[in-house]
């Protein structure tokens, strides 16, 4: 007598919801919107060119993998390859070269995602590991960003780099350029108040919890407010170093948009606070210490790689444990 008995089996973590994927994925997209706009009002239309590029090519080179090389049911319609699209854009310069950015795309999905078997199977985030090997393959490119009018103090570099070189402190930054996107930088990290809106519709929509995003960024605020004291620093600028390092560079990209990341980041509140902590405390390190002057990136995928031993160490309680 047959056994009629069929058993799903899949990776963790299992999650019942009503909402599917594709519905999670639009949401973030929609939650991205606003940096678009606003990166675009600075940078000009070549933005939604880049973005548009990355985009389509993302979705193309997922549909040839599963269609000619796995073979198997095709899943660009999840929107997930439209979510690494608009990221990989938003962590490159409005003056990246269009191949350039086919090589990011190229990267992030063939490698970092298809190879390990598509969505949910990536240990990796697959926009950050196309940054990051394009920023290390081609770092001219990469650190090539338009000047803003009106932001004479930077003369192309971003404010990052700026206080990196000594050219500036982090006091002489407006907060007001900061939050409207005023300064040189990636599509994606110039308008702190255009992400902050994204992060707010997230947890509206409970796409996210804010555990992982607001724990990163006080790391990041209580490790820059202790070298700040330890510097010898007194006044304004022992509130304003903390805040700069907050809202520059990829910090709330980061932590809102790509510390979140379902599969690669942790399944428990309390991993996640150790996995944001973590962040945290890295892009401080190499931000102030580092060679580069934005660690927000290699801090991510740092801890993404700490993932599996968190989620071993660190498990729910099973049902019915008090």
């Not at 060119?49 to 599963?66: D, G, H, K, M």
């Not at 702190?192 to 707010?200: E, I, N």
């Not at 401080?284 to 993932?307: D, H, K, Q, T």
Request: with cysteine; hydrophobic share 55%; glycine share 10%.
């Amino acid at each position: 007598m047959g056994n009629n008995n069929k058993l799903t089996i899949a990776p963790s973590p299992h999650v019942q919801s009503d909402r599917s994927t594709a519905c999670i994925m639009r949401d973030v997209v929609i939650a991205l919107l606003p940096a678009l706009v606003v990166s675009t009002v600075v940078f000009g239309a070549n933005v939604l060119f880049i973005t548009a590029l990355s985009v389509c090519a993302c979705v193309v080179f997922e549909y040839l993998i599963q269609r000619f090389i796995v073979r198997g049911t095709t899943t660009v319609g999840n929107w997930s390859a439209v979510v690494t699209g608009v990221l990989l854009a938003f962590n490159l310069p409005a003056t990246i070269p269009w191949w350039i950015v086919l090589i990011g795309a190229f990267v992030a999905i063939a490698i970092a995602k298809m190879t390990f078997g598509g969505l949910g199977k990536n240990p990796f985030n697959p926009a950050l590991v196309g940054r990051v090997f394009l920023l290390i393959a081609y770092p001219v490119q990469m650190t090539s960003f338009p000047e803003v009018e009106g932001f004479d103090a930077l003369s192309g570099a971003t404010p990052l780099a700026a206080v990196k070189q000594g050219t500036v402190s982090a006091s002489a930054h407006d907060v007001q350029d900061l939050m409207l996107g005023n300064m040189p930088g990636s599509l994606g990290e110039v308008a702190a108040l255009a992400l902050l809106a994204g992060f707010v519709y997230l947890l509206w929509r409970k796409v996210i919890t804010w555990h992982i995003p607001v724990t990163i960024l006080a790391t990041m605020a209580v490790f820059a407010a202790v070298v700040a004291a330890c510097s010898g620093m007194t006044g304004a600028a022992l509130w304003q170093f903390p805040l700069f390092h907050v809202l520059a560079g990829g910090a709330l990209l980061g932590s809102i948009f790509m510390a979140t990341d379902y599969s690669t980041s942790p399944m428990t509140v309390k991993g996640g606070i150790i996995f944001a902590i973590g962040i945290g405390a890295i892009t401080m390190c190499i931000r102030l210490w580092g060679a580069y002057p934005e660690g927000m990136s290699f801090a991510i995928l740092i801890m993404n790689s700490v993932v599996p031993l968190l989620n071993k160490y660190i498990k729910p309680k099973r049902f019915g444990v008090k």
